[in-house]
C-alpha cells in the first residue's frame, strides 16, 4: 500500500474548483504535501457549501470542474507526484428533489427500483417535513398548488419552490378533469377536499418541519431530514452508489479514501471489507470515527486508521495547565453553578436527545423491541431505552449478527449496570442487553441491534458536541469534537502513553489539529489553552468585563440576556479570533463573524432557545451584545481586553508552533487543514469554510519574535522543513519507533522530547510547553537538558537553524538560543 506522508484538505464548493486547485500543486508540492484530500466532489444540492448533500454518487459535480476538471487535476497531481484521497459519503444522501432516485421513490412508492435503496419504513407512507406549518393550515392559506412540468410531462404539487411528484394513478385522475389548463389545475387546488383526497392518494405524506423529530420513518444523518440514509449493506446498493468511487480508484486517479459518519451504517466490517475488495489493498483508507479516552479502533477493520480526533485530543495534556484549569473550573462554578457538573450535564442533555430530538427513532426502537419481548409495555421499554443511551459511553458497539466482541460486550454490560441503577424495574433492560448481546437471533432482534447502534452515535454527538459543548464552558479549548473536558490533563508522561498507543494501533491514522467539523482552528485552540498558565489573569478580566458591558444586558421576562454562563462562553470565544492588531483589522468582518458564531452557540445550547423553537428577543439581545463588544463606541472595553490579550496571543504562538512540530513527527500521517500552515483561528462552521489566502509570507528571521508575522512565517517554514524530510525519509515516520527521550534539570516537566527511530537514523522533537513566551532565555532553561542516546552517532543537526549539536546531554538554553521550537536529525 502506498501511504501518504502527510496529507492537506482542500474544502471544494465555494470559489474552490478544479480548476483552482490545479493551480494550487505547486504550492503543496513546495511544502512538502504528498496527498490532496479533498472534501467530497460527486454531484450535491445546488448551493451546498460542503457537498455531504449528494445527489448523484456517481457524477463529479459540474460546479466544481465536472469529469474534465477533476481530470485536469488528477492529471496535474500526477505530474507533480501527489496522490488524492476523496471523502466519500456510504450513509446518506440528500432528500432532495434534486435527487433521480428520491424523485423516483416519491412518484412510485415502494414499488420504485429505488425503494430499497433509502433506509425506509414502509409500514406507513413515506413522510416529508418538508411545510412550515401543518398540512391543513398549508392548504387553508392556499399554499400547496398543482402545476404542470411540461419539460418533464409531470403533474406535481408546488409547496413554494418544492414541486412532488404525484403517483401516476392520482395524476391521471387529475389530468383528466384539467388537462394541463392552468386554471383549472388553480380551481382544483383551491378546492380543499379534492386537494385532500389527492394527497391521500400519493405514497408520501407531508408534515410541518418540527414533527420530524417524533415522526419520521426513514433514517436520517443525525437531526437532518434533509439527508436519509442509505442501505449499503445491501450489496446491491453498494455497488450502485459506489460505481464511479471504485472506477477512480481503478483508473489510478485516487490512491485514497475517506469514509464519512462510518458510525451511522448497520455493519461497518462488512461494508469496509467490501469496499476494500473492490478497491484493492494498495488503497490507503481511513474512517471518520470519534473514539473515547479508552476505546480503540476495531482491529478487524481493513482501514489505516481514523481521521484524526484522537490527536487533538491528546494535546491539552501538554498545554493545559492541570492547577490553572481547576482555577478557571472553580470560578466559573460561582457565575453558573447549575452547568459547571459536567456528569449531570451529560445525562441531561442525552436525555433530551433521545426523549424530544430523537423521539421517532426511541419509539421505533421500543416497538421493534416489543415485538421481541410482548410481555413488557412500551413504556417500560422505552424508559429502559432512554437511560441505557444516557449510560452509553462510546458512540456505539458493532455487532450484527452473532456475539459482540469483548470490548463491546465490555461496554453493553458498564452501559447496563450504570443505566440499572436509574430505573425503579429492570425486566425492560435486561431484554434490551440480551438483544444487544445478540441472544436473540431472528430478523426482528437483529434490525433492533442494528438501529439501536445507529442511534446511539447520534445521541451522543448531538448531546456532547452540539449541545453540552455550548453549556458547559469553564475552558472551551477543551470542547472539541472528541474532547474530555471534564478530564483534568495528565501531562507529558500520558502524552508519550497515547503516542506509543497510537504507534501500536494505527500508525497511519491521520493527525488532524483543524478539520471542518472541529469547533475551533488550531491556533485559536493552542491560544485558549493557555488561559489556564494565568488563570487570574483571565478570571479578574472576565468579571471586569461583565461589569464593564453592563450597560449591553437586556432584562426579560426570563432572565438577563446574556446570562452569566453564556457572558463567560462569549469573552472566550472572543480571545480565540481577537487579531493581533485590533486597530488594523476589519472589525466589521470580525463582528459579522462574531456575531454568527454567537447564533450558533445560543441555538446549539438548547436552554432559552433552540432550532427547534427559536426565541427572537432572547436571540436579538445576546447578538446586540456580542456586536456592542465590537462597537466603536466601546473603547473603554477593547483596550482592556487588548491589554489583557497581549500576553496570551505571544503564548499561544508557541503553543502553535510546538503542537505543529509534535503533529508533524509523532506517530500518524500530519494532516494540514487548507490555511492552518499559516494561522488558523477560524471558529466552528461555517467561519471554518472562508476563502483561504495561499499569498507567500516572508521569512521568519526576518521579523519580531512572537509577534504574528513571525509566528506565521516559522508555522510555514516548519512544516515545509518537516515534510520534506518526511518525504526524503518515509520510512523512519512510517515505520520507525516512537522513543521518549528523558529530560532532566528544574524545568523538565516544561519540555516534550522524542525520538522516531529506525536502526541509527532518528528525527527529534524537542519542544517547550506551558512556558511564557518571554521567559524563555537561557536564564529559564539554565540546568535542564535533553538526553540524546548515543547510538544515534556523535552529531545531530537541527533542520531549522542549520546549527550542529552533539548528542548526549544537550543544554535546553543551547537548543533554544535562537529559536523557540528544535527539530535535530542524525546524518544521513
Known amino acids: ?33 504528498s496527498y490532496l484530500y479533498a472534501s467530497p466532489i460527486f454531484t450535491a444540492t445546488k448551493g451546498s457549501t460542503h457537498g455531504y448533500d449528494v445527489t448523484d454518487p456517481n457524477e463529479i459535480d459540474p460546479t466544481i470542474g465536472g469529469r474534465k476538471g477533476f481530470d485536469t487535476l488528477t492529471a496535474t497531481l500526477q505530474r507533480a507526484g501527489l496522490g488524492l484521497i476523496i471523502d466519500i459519503v456510504p450513509n446518506h444522501m440528500a432528500a432532495s428533489l434534486e435527487n433521480v432516485w428520491w424523485r423516483d421513490v416519491l412518484r412510485h412508492g415502494p414499488k420504485s427500483v429505488y425503494a430499497g435503496y433509502f433506509d425506509i419504513d414502509w409500514s406507513e407512507k413515506l413522510t416529508l417535513p418538508q411545510l412550515g406549518k401543518p398540512v391543513e393550515e398549508a392548504l387553508a392559506a392556499g399554499e400547496l398548488q398543482l402545476r404542470y412540468d411540461a419539460t418533464e410531462d409531470l403533474l406535481q404539487l408546488a409547496y413554494f419552490d418544492n414541486c412532488f411528484p404525484l403517483s401516476e394513478d392520482s395524476a391521471s385522475f387529475v389530468m383528466a378533469q384539467t388537462g394541463r389548463n392552468a386554471e383549472r389545475l388553480q380551481a382544483f387546488s383551491r378546492d380543499a377536499a379534492k386537494m385532500n383526497e389527492l394527497i391521500e392518494k400519493q405514497y408520501w405524506q407531508l408534515l410541518y418541519w418540527k414533527d420530524a423529530a417524533r415522526h419520521l420513518n426513514y433514517r436520517r444523518f443525525f437531526e437532518v431530514a434533509g439527508l436519509i440514509g442509505i442501505r449499503v449493506e445491501d450489496e446491491r446498493v453498494f ?27 448497520a455493519d461497518p466490517k462488512t461494508y469496509l471489507e467490501r ?49 490553572g484549569l481547576q482555577k478557571i473550573e472553580a470560578a466559573y462554578q460561582i457565575v453558573d453553578n447549575e452547568h459547571a457538573d459536567f456528569p449531570t450535564g451529560l445525562r441531561n442533555a442525552k436525555l433530551l436527545m433521545s426523549e424530544r430530538n430523537f423521539a421517532g427513532e426511541t419509539a421505533r426502537l421500543s416497538k421493534l423491541a416489543h415485538l421481541s419481548f410482548p410481555g413488557l409495555t412500551e413504556s417500560e421499554i422505552s424508559s429502559a431505552l432512554r437511560e441505557l443511551l444516557a449510560a452509553f459511553p462510546v458512540y456505539r458497539t458493532y455487532g450484527y449478527r452473532g456475539g459482540l466482541s469483548a470490548e463491546d460486550e465490555a461496554v453493553v454490560r458498564n452501559a447496563v449496570d450504570k443505566a440499572r441503577t436509574k430505573l425503579p424495574t429492570v425486566e425492560a433492560l435486561d431484554a434490551i442487553e440480551s438483544l444487544l448481546r445478540g441472544e436473540i437471533a431472528d430478523d426482528q432482534a437483529v434490525e433492533f441491534r442494528a438501529r439501536f447502534q445507529q442511534l446511539s452515535g447520534p445521541v451522543m454527538a448531538k448531546s456532547v458536541e452540539d449541545t453540552l459543548f455550548y453549556r458547559y464552558t469553564p475552558l472551551i479549548a477543551m470542547n472539541e469534537v472528541g474532547g474530555e473536558p471534564a478530564i483534568l490533563p495528565r501531562g507529558v508522561a500520558a502524552f508519550h ?23 475551533r482552528g488550531e491556533d485559536a485552540r493552542a491560544r485558549l489553552y493557555s488561559l489556564s498558565q494565568h488563570p487570574e489573569v483571565w478570571i479578574e478580566g472576565v468579571a471586569r468585563w461583565r461589569a464593564l458591558n453592563a450597560a449591553f444586558r437586556t432584562d426579560l421576562p426570563d432572565g438577563p440576556a446574556p446570562e452569566p454562563n453564556v457572558e463567560w462562553m462569549l469573552y472566550q470565544a472572543l480571545a480565540g479570533i481577537w487579531p493581533a492588531d485590533i486597530e488594523q483589522s476589519d472589525r466589521d468582518e470580525l463582528k459579522d463573524r462574531f456575531a454568527a458564531y454567537v447564533l450558533k452557540a445560543m441555538r446549539e445550547a438548547k436552554l ?218 542524525t546524518p544521513d
Open 1 to 33: 500500500m502506498r501511504v501518504p506522508t502527510s496529507t492537506y484538505r482542500l474544502q471544494f464548493r465555494g470559489d474552490l474548483t478544479f480548476e483552482r486547485a490545479s493551480e494550487l500543486v505547486p504550492y503543496l508540492k513546495d511544502l512538502g504535501i
Open 497 to 519: 502513553q497515547s503516542m506509543a498507543g497510537r504507534m501500536k494501533r494505527q500508525p497511519h491514522g491521520l493527525s488532524a489539529t483543524s478539520t471542518h467539523d472541529t469547533k
Open 239 to 265: 455497488e450502485a452508489t459506489h460505481r464511479l468511487t471504485i472506477e477512480l480508484v481503478r483508473s489510478g486517479q485516487v490512491q485514497g479514501l475517506r469514509i464519512d459518519h462510518i458510525d451511522g451504517l
Open 608 to 825: 432559552r432557545t433552540d432550532w427547534m423553537d427559536e426565541k427572537p428577543a432572547y436571540e436579538k439581545a445576546v447578538v446586540d451584545y456580542a456586536r456592542a463588544l465590537l462597537s466603536p463606541q466601546n473603547q473603554g472595553f477593547m483596550s482592556d481586553f487588548e491589554k489583557t490579550m497581549r500576553p496570551f496571543i505571544k503564548l499561544g504562538y508557541l503553543n502553535s508552533l510546538s503542537q505543529v512540530l509534535i503533529k508533524l513527527t509523532a506517530p500518524g500521517i500530519p494532516d494540514i487543514y487548507q490555511g492552518a500552515e499559516g494561522l488558523d483561528f477560524s471558529m466552528v462552521d461555517p467561519d471554518n469554510r472562508r476563502p483561504i489566502d495561499h499569498r507567500p509570507v516572508g521569512t521568519w528571521q526576518n521579523q519580531s519574535p512572537f509577534e504574528e508575522p513571525w509566528a506565521i512565517s516559522l508555522k510555514r517554514q516548519i512544516i515545509r522543513t518537516v515534510l520534506r524530510h518526511r518525504n526524503s525519509h518515509p520510512e523512519l515516520f512510517l515505520e520507525g519507533g516512537y522513543l521518549p527521550l528523558e529530560v532532566k534539570g528544574e524545568r523538565s516537566d516544561n519540555l516534550v522530547a522524542f525520538a522516531r527511530t529506525r536502526e541509527k537514523e532518528a528525527a527529534i522533537t524537542i519542544v517547550p510547553r506551558l512556558v511564557d513566551a518571554g521567559r524563555t532565555g537561557s536564564d529559564y532553561w539554565q540546568g535542564t537538558v535533553v538526553s540524546i542516546p548515543p547510538r544515534f552517532g556523535r552529531q545531530t543537526r537541527d533542520l531549522l537553524t542549520g546549527k550542529s549539536l552533539p548528542t548526549g546531554d544537550i543544554s535546553a538554553a543551547r537548543l533554544f538560543e535562537d529559536h523557540p521550537i528544535s527539530f535535530l536529525v
Open 275 to 323: 469496499l476494500r475488495r473492490a478497491v484493492g489493498a494498495d488503497t490507503f483508507i481511513v474512517v471518520e470515527k470519534i473514539l473515547g479516552p479508552d476505546e480503540i479502533l476495531p482491529a478487524n477493520w481493513p482501514v489505516s486508521g481514523t481521521t484524526g480526533y484522537e490527536f487533538i485530543s491528546a494535546m491539552p495534556d501538554l498545554f493545559v495547565a492541570g492547577d
